[in-house]
Every structure is written in C-alpha cells, then in structure tokens.
C-alpha cells in the first residue's frame, strides 16, 4: 500500500462512520419522537379503534341503560326499515346537508376573494370573519335563538315594523331549516375562508395578467382562472362542510329541547336521534349503535363518491 493510498483511506474513514453515528442519532429521535406520539396513540386506540369496535359489536346486541348486553343479530338493523322516526332524521339530515353545505362554501369563497381586496378597514374585516371561529358555540345559539324568537325576537320585531305578520320561524320546518341554516353557516365559515383566503395566496399572477391582456374581465378571470385553480382547496372545504353537517347536532340540541316534542320533529338530525336512543329514559344503547353505524356508512359513501368525482373536477396541476 503506498501512502498515497494510506492518506486516502485515513480521509475517507470519518465519511464512512458518518453514517454510523447519523443512524443511531435517527434511532435516538426515533424513539424520543415515538416516546412523545405515545399519548396520542394511546387517545386514538382507547377513544377510536376500541370505541368504534364497541360500538359495532354493540349493535349487534340489545342493551339498555343499565345491565348486560344479550346478543340478538341483526334484530337492530332490520328494525331500522320500519322505524318512521330514524326516516324523518335522515330526511332532516339531508336536507340540512343540501342547504347548508353550498351556502358555506359560497359565502367563505365571497369572504376569501374580499379579504383580498385592499380598502378602507380591511384589517378590521378580517378580523369579524376570523370572529365566529373564536366565539362560544353554545352562546352564539342562543343568541340567535333569542334573535328568531317567534313573540319577543328582533327579527319578528323588525318584520311587524315593517307591517308584515310575524314568523313562527319554530314551529314550521321551513322556518326551523333558514334559522339551522344561519346558525350553522355564522359559526361554521371562517375556517375554510382561511383555507380558501391560504389558497388564493399561491395562484400565479401571470396567469391573471395573461388573461387580462386578453380582455378577460373580473368575472372571467374569476370562473376561468381562480375557481379551477382554487378547486383543491374548495373541494377539501366541501368535503370537510359536508361531513360536518351530516354529524349536525349542537345547534339542533340547544335550540330543540327533547321536552318539545312537536317541535324537534322539524329539527331532529341523526346524531340528534341517536342521543334521544342511547341517553334518554332507560336508553337503547344497541339500536342507537346501529344508527350510528348507518350514519358512518353514508358518510363513508358520500366521501368516496366525492373523490370519484374530485377525478374530474378538481386540478391539480401538472403534478397533480
């Protein structure tokens, strides 16, 4: 060996053990990260894994309030097709879903592209719309509740001035869905106008400067340009505003006590069924698994009909 050779050989060994000391400092944070992850898992084995395991082999048995569960089959599921009150539920359910989930998207879209602009007081409009996300779900109910009061609430009030006869906005499904409607979307849109407002910040601006050399104007620009650009970010915040209103319950709950039978009927969703099951009187802990079952599986559906459909709608560019 000439010493050519030794000096290289001597130069190149800390290269090699490099490598050595990198993997057992990766082995190190390894288990330092897992060590920290530990929790969370835990959460999600003890809370997810185990609870949604339960729940289905729950629905598989009769079980109350109180006591053993006694195993009965598919006795919970076939009850399902003759339970008229699980019918108007999901009919509720629905068509909440139907209305409320556009007007969402719609609004935070309009809030986003607002947010851009630069004008007097834009500051303070950013703030207001970030505003519902911070507020207390359940006061903001009320508040509203209080707002649509059919006898003593400012709407009414606002619409006797006006020489028109007062709404009973409780006491009729229509007026109960526009009052569902303007909670949910209040407390529900400044997320995703954060989302949407994230997701204009990446468009390129040649491709507007492009277009508005070739005359495209605002509204052009806007349909042909930010909405297919944007579509990642609006399909997440569809998805997200759908799979939410599908698990609709707070709102209905606080603003439709269970005492008020008449009234819930216009109101109740499935969540909100599946409660009045398995928490109230002696409970129906299996049956109410099963809805809840059932309402995991439209969910489950409807998401994958969304990715299938995501294919054709949704641009992701060239790398997409």
Same mark, same amino acid.
């Given at each position: 060996?000439?010493?050519?050779?030794?000096?290289?050989?001597?130069?190149?060994?800390?290269?090699?053990?490099?490598?050595?000391?990198?993997?057992?400092?990766?082995?190190?944070?390894?288990?330092?990260?897992?060590?920290?992850?530990?929790?969370?898992?835990?959460?999600?084995?003890? &809370?997810?894994? $185990?609870? &949604?395991?339960?729940?289905?082999?729950?629905?598989?048995?009769?079980?109350?309030?109180?006591?053993?569960?006694?195993?009965?089959?598919?006795?919970?599921?076939?009850?399902?097709?003759?339970?008229?009150?699980?019918?108007?539920?999901?009919?509720?359910?629905?068509?909440?879903?139907?209305?409320?989930?556009?007007?969402?998207?719609?609004?935070?879209?309009?809030?986003?592209?607002?947010?851009?602009?630069?004008?007097?007081?834009?500051?303070?409009?950013?703030?207001?719309? &970030?505003?519902?996300?911070?507020?207390?779900?359940?006061?903001?109910?009320?508040?509203?509740?209080?707002?649509?009061?059919?006898?003593?609430?400012?709407?009414?009030?606002?619409?006797?001035?006006?020489?028109?006869?007062?709404?009973?906005?409780?006491?009729?499904?229509?007026?109960?869905?526009?009052?569902? @409607?303007?909670?949910?979307?209040?407390?529900?849109?400044?997320?995703? @106008?954060?989302?949407?407002?994230?997701?204009?910040?990446?468009?390129?601006?040649?491709? $507007?400067?492009?277009?508005?050399?070739?005359?495209?104007?605002?509204?052009?620009?806007?349909?042909?340009?930010?909405?297919?650009?944007?579509?990642?970010?609006?399909?997440?915040?569809?998805? @997200?505003?759908?799979?939410?209103?599908?698990?609709?319950?707070?709102?209905?709950?606080?603003?439709?006590?269970?005492?008020?039978?008449?009234?819930?009927?216009?109101?109740?969703?499935?969540? $909100?069924?599946?409660?009045?099951?398995?928490?109230?009187?002696?409970?129906?802990?299996?049956?109410?698994?099963?809805?809840?079952?059932?309402?995991?599986?439209?969910?489950?559906?409807?998401?994958?009909?969304?990715?299938?459909?995501?294919?054709?709608?949704?641009? $992701?560019?060239?790398?997409?």
């Amino acid at each position: 060996m000439t010493s050519r050779t030794l000096v290289r050989s001597q130069s190149a060994e800390p290269s090699l053990r490099r490598p050595q000391g990198r993997r057992k400092l990766g082995r190190r944070d390894a288990r330092i990260g897992f060590l920290f992850l530990l929790p969370l898992l835990a959460g999600l084995l003890v &809370f997810r894994f $185990y609870g &949604f395991g339960y729940n289905v082999w729950l629905s598989f048995n009769n079980a109350g309030a109180f006591g053993s569960a006694r195993f009965t089959g598919l006795d919970n599921y076939t009850r399902m097709f003759s339970d008229s009150q699980l019918g108007i539920a999901l009919i509720n359910t629905f068509k909440f879903t139907v209305v409320i989930a556009p007007t969402v998207v719609i609004v935070s879209l309009l809030c986003a592209v607002l947010m851009q602009g630069r004008f007097r007081g834009a500051t303070a409009f950013r703030t207001i719309i &970030f505003l519902p996300a911070v507020t207390l779900p359940t006061a903001a109910i009320l508040l509203f509740g209080w707002l649509f009061q059919t006898q003593y609430g400012l709407i009414n009030a606002i619409i006797q001035a006006l020489g028109a006869k007062p709404v009973s906005w409780f006491g009729s499904a229509a007026g109960l869905t526009v009052v569902v @409607t303007v909670i949910v979307v209040f407390l529900s849109f400044s997320v995703p @106008t954060i989302i949407l407002y994230a997701g204009l910040q990446d468009l390129p601006s040649e491709v $507007y400067e492009a277009a508005t050399l070739d005359g495209a104007g605002p509204v052009r620009r806007f349909f042909s340009i930010t909405v297919p650009l944007l579509s990642p970010s609006l399909f997440f915040v569809t998805l @997200t505003t759908i799979i939410g209103t599908l698990k609709l319950f707070d709102v209905v709950y606080v603003l439709l006590p269970p005492d008020q039978s008449a009234s819930v009927n216009y109101g109740i969703t499935a969540v $909100y069924y599946y409660y009045q099951l398995a928490f109230l009187n002696m409970g129906d802990r299996g049956y109410a698994a099963a809805v809840s079952l059932l309402l995991f599986v439209i969910i489950m559906v409807i998401s994958l009909v969304l990715f299938r459909a995501q294919r054709r709608f949704v641009h $992701y560019g060239e790398d997409g």
